[in-house]
């Protein structure tokens, strides 16, 4: 490890993909560069771990993409799911640099593959690491250190001393040979957000965010965030946004990742502790819809739901980890669950008597749906009827929030008085609220970092260059 | 339920798996894996032996270790893997020589040894068995060749008898049919995918072996191992057909096929299992199967005593140390072939077998 008491050109805070983006380009650009990574090495990355795609515009198909995703068609995407919450210079650019990252994140070490079993829907507009995310970081790690980039593990910023909207230096919990106190001429921030930390949750939450589940690494905790925010850097986004999906109830509290997640609710009815529907289950074509989950279970009495689904559709949706809980009958399958049986009972049966006939086609929005049933289930309605009855049991799976730093087009911070900051750069989920103002989209977390990563690093380099 | 707890454990890791599906580019395993939704005895061992243990699927999991899901799928598929070679071996009363791997073939090793070494001694005075001999037909002076041929021959036989009954039980396990059906496409793609190593690549950037930067060395090795073993044995064939049909009897000049293609492949096989020995030595212990480090190095270390003793005598064959170096390169050889059915030879046959039976699968698969 390099001597750590000497100024360095970049500081990264963070260790995932906007960071390490950040931090190799820095590097190619002259600088010498530190990472500090709060994490173990194990733990490295953040939410970088769990992920498996990024969405990037391209003009024609490739070997990976079955087709083109132009600009066009990504701004109307964006536009459509943040309902117009969004910085359009900012998204606009974003979504032109992204056409380039395709190829420059391959330079990086980086390998792409075809959309994975059981995502084809997703073939077009993204491409998929081969290996997954933790194979992306790893790549990008060796890249980084082949480079010189200096990487330190367990290395939690405690404070960071900031002066009129420029960085001097940052604070260390533990000292990495004697070194206390890292000094460096520009700061680029990437160290994600504050998910798990319930505490912070529960300021717009109250108590319900102590059934959350967070699909991440405990270290997300946000304190680099609020370090910024107390240090006169603007906000941006709304701070009880954030992306939450519907996952098994019985994943653990932490990191759990992606295979904790259902998609089945479109093949059957979700029900709260009362036995109670309460969404259209038919809504859109997964995964369109899929991120709506988090937040309806979220509301509900005490966070938690149960997708109802009967023998039939079982090889309907990918493998769960969790197996699905059953019953011989539908009073069985309540008690199992803790419902109240007669209530249970009385909702499935009104739900198979509103039941119309149609043909069932699970990849288009099909006519099968109920009649006089509310919530309605507007499309895949089949009746539940053949034994055994099963049940996956869900709570809301917190991956990410949207509270962040505003940035300019340098990825450089812009502080409450509206004046760019003098060194420091943002880039990832810590500025994600500028392009994504609510709602999400499939891979566009890894673009936002990769895109504002390798800018900030650049503009990073620039800045301490002159 | 399954019948060991490794299975159980297989089981479990591969229902992890098959929700996650981030590493099906990596090698064969997962798009087979993503076939099933669930798990037999017989489907867990087909994945244990199609897995190369190139380590990429440990390397890039985020539920590895010390994650809580404690996912290590090259370990698990290893000890179930090797479990398996005990499971099909024939005779059964045999299987139990997979347990103490190691100790087995060294004793059988040096009991071939011991006895090629008497018994050259005891049919021969020592002017014969130290004595210098050159020309055609100068090792038979110390074994006559339809003694040799017919002993060799035999252990040969007997290896390929036991080899093909315990391919037999593996093919009945997997849920084929006995008697394969001639696939001639699949078996040609497994030959393609065995013979390049194609999933021992880590998905295209080469096998993690002591830490987490991916490397090619294993596949080298294993190169000049494999290729080395099949020129040396090239060259007992066309030795034999030398034999009898153009009657013309060993040892050959250095310039003729026999002695170039054992003197190429003498010299892979040489270099390879050292390489490979070296890389075994080397390798993160999270992804082995420690149990099984004598039957790994066993079967190298036999390949390795193969190659040395049939080089030695090829140098020392026209000198007094020609007797006593035949009498250990025969019984290394021998013990080599008496021993490959009961040993980490076996490891190529399975592999194979799961290769062909992957190949029979995706065509399978793309035409539904």
């Given at each position: 490890m390099a001597d750590l008491k000497k100024k360095f050109d970049v500081l990264v805070i963070g260790g995932g993909n906007a960071a390490l983006c950040a931090a190799i380009s820095a590097r190619r650009a002259g600088a010498s560069v530190l990472v500090l990574e709060g994490a173990p090495k194990f733990y490295r990355g953040g939410n970088t771990r769990h992920t498996r795609n990024m969405r990037c515009a391209h003009d024609a198909a490739t070997d990976i993409l079955t087709g083109p995703y132009t600009e066009d068609e990504f701004w109307d995407d964006l536009l459509r799911l943040t309902g117009g919450q969004t910085d359009e210079e900012l998204a606009k650019f974003m979504i032109a640099e992204s056409k380039d990252i395709l190829n420059w994140i391959v330079e990086q070490g980086v390998r792409w593959q075809p959309?994975?079993?059981?995502?084809?829907?997703?073939g077009r507009t993204n491409s998929f690491f081969l290996g997954g995310g933790r194979a992306m970081l790893n790549a990008l790690y060796l890249t980084a250190e082949k480079l010189g980039v200096e990487i330190a593990y367990?290395?939690?910023?405690?404070d960071l001393q900031i002066e009129d909207g420029m960085f001097l230096s940052a604070t260390l919990k533990q000292p990495i040979d004697g070194a206390s106190e890292i000094r460096a001429s520009a700061l680029v921030a990437a160290a994600g957000g504050f998910e798990a930390n319930i505490e912070w949750l529960k300021e717009y939450w109250g108590d319900a965010a102590d059934n959350f589940l967070i699909r991440g690494t405990p270290y997300n905790r946000g304190s680099i965030l609020k370090m910024l925010l107390d240090k006169g850097v603007q906000e941006i986004g709304d701070p009880t946004q954030c992306h939450a999906v519907a996952i098994d109830a019985r994943a653990p509290k932490f990191d759990g990742g992606i295979i904790t997640r259902h998609d089945s609710v479109v093949f059957g009815i979700v029900v709260n502790k009362h036995a109670q529907r309460f969404y259209d289950e038919g809504e859109d074509i997964w995964p369109k819809r899929y991120a709506i989950w988090g937040r309806l279970v979220a509301v509900q009495p005490d966070q938690i739901a149960y997708i109802i689904f009967d023998s039939t559709v079982v090889t309907s949706f990918m493998p769960t980890l969790f197996p699905p809980i059953a019953g011989a009958t539908l009073a069985e399958l309540a008690g199992k669950l803790g419902l109240e049986p007669t209530a249970l009972e009385k909702t499935v049966a009104d739900f198979n008597a509103a039941v119309r006939p149609g043909t069932f086609d699970h990849t288009i929005l099909d006519d099968c749906r109920t009649e006089g049933l509310t919530p309605p289930k507007t499309h895949w309605a089949r009746k539940i009827e053949t034994p055994p009855y099963l049940a996956y049991p869900v709570r809301p799976g917190i991956t990410f929030t949207y509270l962040g730093t505003r940035v300019n087009r340098q990825a450089r911070m812009v502080m409450k008085d509206g004046k760019p900051s003098a060194n420091m750069f943002a880039a990832g989920e810590i500025m994600a609220g500028n392009v994504l103002g609510k709602g999400y989209a499939a891979g566009i977390g890894m673009t936002i970092g990769s895109v504002f990563g390798r800018v900030a690093g650049r503009e990073a380099a620039k800045n301490a260059r002159n | 339920m399954h019948g060991t707890r490794i299975l159980e454990e297989a089981d479990r890791l591969m229902t992890v798996c098959n929700s996650c599906r981030y590493c099906e580019g990596l090698c064969a395993v997962f798009p087979a894996m993503e076939m099933r939704r669930a798990f037999s005895d017989g489907d867990l061992n087909y994945l244990a032996n199609l897995c190369?243990?190139?380590g990429a699927c440990y390397t890039d999991?985020?539920?590895?270790?010390?994650?809580?899901?404690?996912?290590?799928v090259p370990r698990t598929l290893a000890v179930a893997r090797a479990e398996s070679y005990a499971a099909y071996a024939w005779p059964r009363a045999f299987s139990g020589a997979f347990a103490r791997n190691g100790l087995v073939i060294s004793l059988v090793a040096a009991l071939s040894v011991a006895a090629f070494i008497f018994g050259f001694a005891a049919l021969h005075d020592r002017q014969v068995l130290f004595g210098v001999h050159t020309g055609p037909g100068a090792f038979y002076k110390l074994m006559p060749h339809n003694a040799m041929a017919a002993l060799f021959g035999a252990a040969f036989l007997y290896a390929i008898v036991a080899l093909v009954m315990g391919v037999r039980a593996f093919w009945r396990d997997i849920g084929e049919p006995v008697g394969m059906k001639t696939d001639m496409a699949a078996l040609l793609q497994a030959i393609r995918d065995a013979g390049e190593l194609r999933y021992l690549d880590g998905g295209g950037v080469g096998c993690f072996n002591e830490d987490d930067r991916p490397t090619d060395r294993r596949r080298l090795y294993h190169h000049l191992t494999f290729y080395g073993f099949a020129l040396c044995f090239a060259s007992t064939c066309v030795a034999t057909l030398y034999h009898y049909l153009l009657a013309r009897q060993a040892p050959y000049p250095w310039w003729d096929i026999p002695v170039v293609l054992g003197t190429l492949g003498g010299i892979g096989l040489l270099i390879g299992p050292i390489g490979l020995l070296a890389e075994r030595w080397k390798r993160d212990p999270v992804l082995v199967d420690e149990a099984r480090y004598g039957m790994d190095v066993a079967f190298i270390v036999m390949l390795f005593l193969t190659s040395l003793t049939g080089m030695a005598l090829l140098l020392l064959r026209e000198t007094a140390a020609m007797g006593p170096l035949l009498a250990l390169h025969l019984g290394v050889v021998f013990s080599l072939f008496v021993t490959m059915p009961y040993g980490k030879f076996v490891h190529g046959i399975y592999r194979f077998a799961a290769l062909v039976r992957y190949a029979m699968e995706r065509k399978a698969m793309a035409h539904v």
């Open positions: 959309s994975l079993g059981g995502t084809l829907s997703l367990d290395a939690e910023v405690t | 190369h243990s190139c999991c985020q539920f590895s270790p010390p994650h809580e899901f404690n996912v290590n």
